[in-house]
């Protein structure tokens, strides 16, 4: 008889990145920052502020504002985005891109998520900018839901992926283009049936929670988010693609951090705060499914190749050695904020930066 296999202890990892994450702004920003920056290289930062980031001007004061909250560290790379509006200028975005002030342009239909009220309210208001960034390979950043209050919270991907991606795809179909924090079996076909110009983000909470956690013996709003969690079949439908070693898929957090009496009120803020423990989440993720060996291409790899950019020549180690989340983290004066995975009991330990490096 063959002895069982000796977990592995150590992993060392190419360096990661998060194609997709929140990192607020003023007191927010400062507390929340240094959580992504621990552990990523770089990071596509969400332009939803109010007011939104639509111009190189504003992109500009906000990375700067990004990196002044870390004391100027030179390790962590803010990637800037531009938040499309309506009346987008493809002047505007075709020049800020092109000075390597945007990296991707954000589509957020309107209403669809927090701070999206500004968002975009008809694709073919965008047309002119699709065309112009289709010209000059400028990836386009998908918020994937349609907004028709007519439709099923839960259907909202599926129908996105019907009315608005599909006609995007056959307009401009030499666009690059992500299609952010996917929640559904459809959108992972959606993916794999597209050519090389087609990728998707996929979350750590996606991963490891369905619907039901937000009705766990009552209301859970720690686990309610925009895209919110799907079926079971869904998320099994997640867990293959990122864990198949498919270069379309890769590693983006969406950590949306809100203080806890935001998200505990009558009307609580969708998003959820994974941040703190996000490489962690994932290896957990992938050693459940007996895919460690792929963690470092969905983390490190398959992103910046559909970007465009160098691979990060650092490294990173987590260690096999179990971290009990806390319940709560620092916020702000004004509040406290609970990490995705509060109270539990993670099997790997982010150890920081290989000796060397």
């Not at 002044?68 to 200028?89: G, K, Q």
């Not at 998200?263 to 941040?275: L, R, V």
């Not at 790899?301 to 179990?322: K, M």
């Amino acid at each position: 008889m063959s002895s069982p296999p000796v977990a592995v202890q150590r992993l060392v990892l190419r360096s990661p990145d998060d194609w997709h994450v929140h990192l607020r702004d003023r007191a927010m920003l400062r507390s929340v920052v240094g959580y992504t920056a621990r552990q990523f290289r770089r990071a596509i930062v969400m332009p939803n502020l109010v007011p939104p980031i639509t111009t190189m001007a504003d992109a500009a004061a906000y990375r700067s504002r990004i990196l002044n909250a870390l004391d100027d560290r030179d390790d962590f790379e803010p990637l800037m985005t531009c938040y499309l509006t309506d009346d987008s200028d493809p002047e505007e975005i075709g020049l800020g891109f092109e000075a390597g002030v945007f990296t991707a342009c954000k589509l957020y239909p309107a209403h669809a998520t927090t701070n999206a009220h500004q968002g975009v309210t008809d694709i073919r208001r965008i047309y002119p900018v699709l065309e112009r960034m289709q010209r000059i390979d400028m990836p386009l950043l998908l918020h994937g839901e349609v907004t028709d209050p007519a439709i099923d919270i839960f259907d909202r991907e599926a129908v996105f992926i019907e009315r608005v991606f599909s006609r995007i795809m056959m307009d401009f179909p030499a666009l690059r283009t992500v299609f952010e924090h996917i929640t559904t079996a459809d959108a992972v076909a959606f993916v794999e049936s597209g050519g090389p110009n087609l990728a998707a983000t996929i979350t750590p909470h996606h991963l490891c929670i369905n619907r039901n956690a937000m009705f766990a013996g009552g209301l859970r709003p720690h686990a309610y988010c925009l895209p919110v969690a799907k079926r079971e079949r869904h998320r099994l439908a997640l867990r293959r693609a990122a864990t198949s070693g498919s270069p379309k898929f890769f590693l983006g957090t969406d950590s949306a951090p809100h203080l806890i009496g935001q998200k505990e009120s009558a009307c609580g803020c969708a998003g959820i705060f994974n941040a703190p423990y996000a490489i962690e989440s994932y290896a957990a993720t992938f050693e459940e499914d007996g895919a460690l060996d792929r963690l470092e291409g969905f983390a490190s790899e398959h992103g910046p190749r559909f970007y465009g950019l160098p691979l990060n020549t650092t490294s990173i180690v987590l260690e096999r050695d179990p971290v009990v989340v806390p319940e709560r983290v620092a916020g702000t004066s004004e509040g406290e904020l609970v990490p995705f995975h509060a109270g539990e009991t993670l099997p790997w330990r982010f150890t920081g930066f290989a000796p060397g490096e």
